[in-house]
């Protein structure tokens, strides 16, 4: 079995090769990255045969093709903007795709690919990382025994560092997009924009998190949830987190230089170099990253990033009013993102995933095998069930 992490170098693809090498049933995992140098040294720290690289830019077709053709399965860990020419390259080389997500409005693009890939009798499984991912799977569970849903909420929650330090826990143009960019709430039968860091939220993690202050962010299980479970009737579909995972003084540092522009993707000439302020800006908070040392220690995790996710559904169950409370909590909160992913591309080379298309992950991933496989890596899920007193 054959397996490659496109991105694997990166923040999180890292971690997805990590739990591939060490499953048994896989032969061969290829980090495909454009920075071999990394790559290498992602490597050398797992010390597996099973591990090579091979350089390739996720822009240039041809080469992307020739390099996935004979896989069984990719993990996309690029940035969600390469999700769609990814995918036109796996649809020619006839290989099984999973990525981490798509932030909301790529996600809904990736869909329109459903017939394609039904043709080519191969799967796409869209937003299988740990948020979305996780709360996709944690909502499958509740509304395949609820009779109606009326709500599903989500809270991501992180141990936020002390003080105001700026720390990225993964792709920072992601966490400027979710910053930036209008977040998408489902209400009442309409998907609506509001303003970023809105609708803010004191909610309660299980410890050692404890109370965070959450806030609506962009994020793409409310763009699959709401169609999904349509029939069942959802009126409202939501996703909040802390932050993401900076401090609340931290990310007014961070918020400050977004606001005087530098997020933004207009080129401006510089002494007649002409040059987007994202970019810049980017490239000076890439060292507010872990090592790639901190970022591969096993079991303990030295940033202390700890995380529940957790997902609400609320709905009738036998003509009685209850919530469904689903939270999956990690003492190393970077885990479950490349986890998720690997766990899916093992899934599909298996074949244990055999509709062919284009799928959001709660409609393919069976949720008490997945939460089973988290918890063999100390990613351990509960849940809880309220019921409102007559």
Same mark, same amino acid.
């Given at each position: 079995m054959k397996i490659v992490v496109l991105g694997g170098a990166g923040l999180m693809g890292r971690i997805a090769v990590r739990d591939l090498a060490l499953n048994p049933e896989v032969d061969q995992v290829v980090i495909a990255d454009l920075d071999v140098n990394l790559a290498q040294q992602v490597v050398a720290i797992l010390g597996s045969s099973k591990v090579?690289?091979?350089?390739?830019?996720?822009?240039?077709?041809?080469?992307?093709?020739s390099l996935l053709r004979g896989a069984d399965s990719v993990v996309n860990a690029t940035v969600?903007?390469?999700?769609?020419?990814?995918?036109?390259?796996?649809?020619?080389?006839?290989?099984?795709?999973?990525?981490?997500? !798509?932030?909301?409005? %790529?996600?809904?693009?990736?869909?329109?690919?459903?017939?394609?890939?039904?043709?080519?009798?191969?799967?796409?499984?869209?937003?299988?990382?740990?948020?979305?991912?996780?709360?996709n799977v944690q909502a499958r569970y509740a509304a395949e025994r609820l009779d109606?849903?009326?709500?599903?909420?989500?809270?991501? !929650?992180?141990?936020?560092?002390?003080?105001?330090?700026?720390?990225?826990?993964y792709a920072i143009p992601t966490i400027i997009?979710?910053?930036?960019?209008?977040?998408?709430?489902?209400?009442?039968?309409?998907f609506v924009a509001c303003e970023p860091l809105s609708e803010a939220e004191e909610y309660w993690f299980q410890p050692p998190i404890g109370l965070l202050k959450t806030h609506l962010s962009l994020h793409s299980e409310v763009a699959t949830l709401p169609v999904t479970y349509a029939d069942k009737g959802v009126q409202e579909c939501f996703f909040k987190i802390n932050y993401w995972g900076?401090?609340?003084?931290?990310?007014?540092?961070?918020?400050l230089f977004a606001d005087m522009g530098f997020a933004s993707t207009e080129p401006v000439e510089v002494k007649g170099v002409s040059l987007k302020?994202?970019?810049?800006?980017?490239?000076?908070?890439?060292?507010?990253?872990?090592?790639?040392?901190?970022?591969?220690?096993?079991?303990?995790?030295?940033?202390?990033?700890?995380?529940?996710?957790? %997902?609400?559904?609320?709905?009738?169950?036998? !003509?009685?009013?209850?919530t469904y409370r689903l939270g999956t909590l990690t003492a190393v909160g970077s885990r479950p993102t490349g986890v998720a992913p690997a766990i899916t591309a093992h899934w599909l080379a298996a074949g244990r995933i055999s509709q062919a298309g284009v799928f959001p992950s709660?409609?393919?991933?069976?949720?008490?095998?997945?939460?089973?496989?988290?918890a063999q890596r100390d990613i351990h899920t509960q849940v809880s069930l309220v019921r409102s007193l007559a």
């Open positions: 090579c690289v091979q350089p390739v830019n996720a822009t240039d077709r041809a080469s992307l093709v969600y903007y390469f999700n769609l020419s990814v995918m036109e390259a796996c649809l020619e080389a006839g290989v099984h795709y999973v990525d981490l997500g !798509g932030l909301f409005h %790529t996600t809904r693009k990736q869909l329109e690919l459903h017939d394609r890939f039904r043709a080519a009798g191969i799967t796409a499984v869209l937003g299988m990382g740990s948020a979305p991912g996780v709360p109606t849903v009326q709500s599903i909420r989500i809270f991501d !929650g992180i141990k936020p560092p002390s003080g105001d330090d700026v720390f990225f826990g997009d979710e910053l930036t960019m209008p977040p998408m709430v489902y209400r009442n039968g309409d900076l401090s609340e003084e931290g990310l007014r540092k961070i918020k302020p994202r970019d810049l800006f980017v490239k000076l908070m890439s060292p507010y990253t872990p090592s790639l040392d901190a970022f591969m220690a096993e079991p303990d995790d030295p940033t202390d990033w700890k995380k529940e996710i957790v %997902t609400e559904v609320r709905g009738i169950q036998d !003509g009685q009013e209850v709660e409609a393919v991933i069976e949720p008490e095998p997945f939460f089973a496989e988290l």
